[in-house]
């Protein structure tokens, strides 16, 4: 096993392991590239997702949310473009039955699963969107998608969210929710999956303000990153070449992150223009332009899209380390304590009482602030380096001085250092601390 397969292969077991990420139908054998989010993943997700909310929309008063509709009739993505431009080109090998991205191959001649060359098939272009039927007969009529980005809903409640929430370009609109993507070959663990979640923002401007504000998003994405600890190494701007350009893009850029096997997209920051608003008043003969008092246009759109489960694995792979402590190795997630699943876990030293009892009125004195792990198994040792292993930032230890001095023990992750503190006072330092 080489190096990279080694590093994803070792963080992949943690996240099972650990209650991270489960294949998903694991029972049967797993169902390729679908996955569960256990009950470590799915807070760790969720705090993911609340962090990019928190500074898209709660702290901006430009910013206002919308949770559209996953299914959608076809008329919505004939507007789009989506029916007749969203595909991918699709080889298949004649000797192994495999198929691939033709895009991907390194060489187009060669297939990548045996090895064969000349025997690639001529490229077809192959429809991302899966579709599927509404109401109680399969026929043509009753043709309806499910969505492959969330950003359609955004444009189709334009006019509607304008008016509602009163506000005038420049303004965005927010959603985080599920896509789906009949991905040829999905694969890297999390990073590309036929059913992901998006976090997705239509900025709508002023057509003579669509570059500017086109690069106020490319570092306001780029910092949230490295706000959350990834480090500046690991991440860069790439701007897309002109025959990489979707079809209603003018400008695009990608948040890179350097993935174990290299380089690869966290999140498309686009100028799409008027494309879309444009397109959908033409297909649906709404007005969707915005009248102000002495001026009237097609607002254009600058588009930071990013997938929460891509993100979730990039800093996942960010804060992953391996250090020898007294001998031995420690494994830690060093998470920012916004992204951590579990801020605190309370340990009692030992099973025993009052030990037990005080640790769990502990527990619940700072589950109100903080999302709380409780366990009293195996040795203290043992229970640190679980810990470690989560990304918990602090555990606060409960031991049989506690009953003299009504004090606890807090130990920080990072750095294993330890301090005493009057149970009274935990709540309010632990806060101080995140």
């Known amino acids: 096993m080489n190096s990279i397969e080694e590093q994803m292969a070792t963080v992949v077991n943690l996240c099972k392991r650990r209650g991270f990420v489960f294949q998903s139908a694991d029972i049967y054998g797993g169902f390729r590239s679908a996955y569960d989010f256990g009950p470590v993943g799915v807070l760790m997700l969720r705090n993911v997702k609340q962090a990019w909310w928190h500074s898209m929309v709660q702290l901006r008063e430009d910013v206002v ?3 559209a509709a996953i299914l959608s009739p076809p008329a919505v993505w004939e507007a789009s473009g989506h029916l007749r431009s969203f595909s991918d080109p699709l080889v298949d090998c004649r000797k192994c039955k495999t198929r691939h991205r033709e895009d991907h191959l390194k060489d187009p001649n060669r297939c990548p699963s045996c090895g064969t060359a000349g025997e690639l098939t001529e490229a077809r272009e192959f429809n991302l969107m899966f579709k599927t039927y509404a109401g109680p007969v399969a026929e043509d009529g ?9 950003a359609q809903g955004m444009f189709m409640n334009y006019n509607l969210v304008m008016g509602a929430a009163r506000k005038r370009p420049p303004f965005g609109i927010a959603q985080i929710g599920k896509s789906f993507r009949n991905e040829i070959t999905p694969g890297n663990f999390i990073f590309r999956t036929r059913e992901f979640e998006q976090m997705e923002m239509e900025y709508f401007v002023p057509p003579d303000e669509a570059t500017k504000w086109y690069e106020y998003w490319l570092q306001e994405r780029l910092d949230w990153y490295k706000d959350l600890g990834i480090p500046s190494e690991m991440l860069r701007l790439r701007a897309h070449e002109a025959d990489e350009l979707s079809h209603y893009s003018s400008q695009t850029a990608d948040v890179e992150f350097l993935y174990p096997w290299g380089w690869g997209e966290l999140e498309g920051i686009a100028n799409r223009g008027d494309y879309d608003l444009t397109a959908h008043a033409a297909h649906s003969g709404a007005r969707l332009e915005y009248q102000g008092e002495d001026v009237s246009y097609v607002p254009h759109v600058i588009e930071p899209a990013a997938g929460a489960t891509r993100a979730m694995l990039a800093f996942l792979l960010a804060a992953y380390d391996e250090e020898e402590v007294r001998g031995e190795k420690r494994t830690v997630l060093r998470l920012d304590p916004r992204l951590a699943p579990y801020q605190v876990a309370v340990l009692p030293l030992s099973r025993k009482e009052p030990l037990t009892s005080t640790a769990r009125e502990v527990a619940t004195s700072l589950r109100p602030y903080f999302m709380v792990d409780y366990d009293e198994t195996q040795s203290i ?15 606060v230890t409960v031991d049989f001085e ?3 001095d009504n004090s606890v023990t807090v130990r920080e992750r990072d750095e294993m250092s330890q301090k005493r503190i009057p149970i009274p006072e935990v709540c309010d330092f632990l806060r101080s601390c995140m």
Request: glycine share 10%; with cysteine; aromatic share 10%.
């Open 381 to 395: 040792g043992r229970r640190y380096r679980r810990q470690d292993e989560l990304g918990t930032p602090f555990c």
């Open 65 to 67: 949310g919308l949770d």
């Open 142 to 150: 009753a043709e309806v998608y499910l969505r492959p980005e969330t």
């Open 402 to 404: 506690t009953a003299d």
